[in-house]
């Protein structure tokens, strides 16, 4: 895969749109990095066949006997996996559960996400199933840094959606995914280019 020396692991857990894009944005030098290794918890997971088809290494991490988040042994195991690799920023990619100490002690500030809403709004499971049931106008999607509280961290890019009088939960999901994969592989070259820096709860964005 054609990219510069800046190394990414993906972490998902389904079909993976989204590390479709990342894989995508690094073909084309929109990221100067590669992605090296993508990792998932289910074992017959779609980003598996997307990530190999590129000749990107893609490995199963479990069993796990927890459906939310990773026992601490395997959670350990892919830290070290990512490690030597040589990772230097670890993407989450449609992965579906909690990040717990050993993932986050050992990629501290250089772990991002991707949430279909514009957070605080709409955090959890289905957002865009969240927005419609409340009646708003306009939704999105988010990318923000990881940390422990689930899609909490500090907000880096974000971009609105409106929410059709006529949308159903897929029609208007496939539109936000459309955006997603627009804004997170910019912010993963924000983070690739030293172009962002947390101030507090507050992301700045340092462009020359």
């Known amino acids: 895969m054609r990219g510069g020396d800046f190394r990414i692991g993906v972490l ?7 590390g ?38 893609a490995r199963f991490i479990g069993p796990s006997r927890f459906k939310t988040k990773l026992e601490p042994e ?6 070290r996996m990512l490690r030597d690799a040589g990772v230097q920023l670890v993407a989450l990619a449609g992965y579906m559960r909690v990040v717990k100490a050993p993932l986050l002690g050992a990629f501290a500030g250089r772990m991002l996400n991707v949430h279909p809403s514009l957070l605080p709004k709409f955090p959890g499971l289905r957002a865009w199933e969240q927005a419609l049931m409340s009646g ?10 990881v940390e422990e509280g689930v899609d909490s961290g500090p907000i880096i890019l974000q971009r609105e959606v409106a929410v059709r009088d006529d949308d159903t939960p897929e029609s208007l999901h496939e539109r936000i995914q459309r955006v997603e994969h627009e804004i997170y592989p910019e912010a ?3 983070f690739a280019e030293g172009k962002l820096k947390i101030d507090g709860r507050t992301v700045r964005i340092i462009e020359s």
């Open 12 to 18: 998902g857990s389904g079909n993976g749109s989204n």
């Open 20 to 57: 479709e894009a990342i894989f995508e944005a690094c073909a084309r030098g929109r990221i100067p990095g590669q992605v090296v290794l993508v990792l998932t918890d289910v074992a017959d997971a779609f980003i598996q066949e997307r990530a190999q088809r590129r000749g990107i290494e």
């Open 74 to 79: 395997l959670e350990e195991q892919a830290a």
């Open 136 to 145: 708003a106008k306009v939704t999105g999607c988010t990318v923000h840094f």
């Open 188 to 190: 993963i070259r924000l």
